[in-house]
């Protein structure tokens, strides 16, 4: 069985940064393409980064020159490194095998004064 298990969230200043992981089990993590999604409250789920297998990565535009994704094969995780947290940021934040029905439980991210 597949598993994605996400880890990083909380609270955290407008400004501030926070750095969420993905760990990976059950399958060979350095062939295939990884991303990270988020959904906040009301609204539908939406792709904020992704990475290849060859580490090629997109960024939505509302986080482009803000987070970072990353892996690290050797430790089948991979991360998402999020700097100048906006309160529009908000939302439950989850790890998917890209374009495949494999998701992690979630991280909440709540940016807030």
């Known amino acids: 069985q597949v598993q994605l298990v996400e880890s990083g969230g909380g609270l955290v200043q407008p400004g501030g940064s926070l750095r969420l992981s993905c760990a990976a089990s059950?399958?060979?993590?350095?062939?295939?393409?990884m991303a990270w999604y988020r959904q906040a409250p009301g609204k539908q789920r939406e792709l904020v980064a992704r990475?290849?297998?060859?580490?090629?990565?997109n960024y939505a535009d509302s986080v482009k020159g803000r987070f970072t994704i990353s892996r690290d094969n050797a430790e089948n995780t991979v991360y998402l490194q999020m700097n100048s947290l906006k309160p529009v940021d908000t939302a439950v934040y989850y790890c998917n095998v890209y374009q495949t029905g494999t998701w992690g439980q979630g991280t909440q991210v709540t940016v807030s004064s």
């Open positions: 059950g399958l060979i993590f350095r062939i295939i393409n």
């Open positions: 990475i290849s297998s060859g580490g090629a990565t």
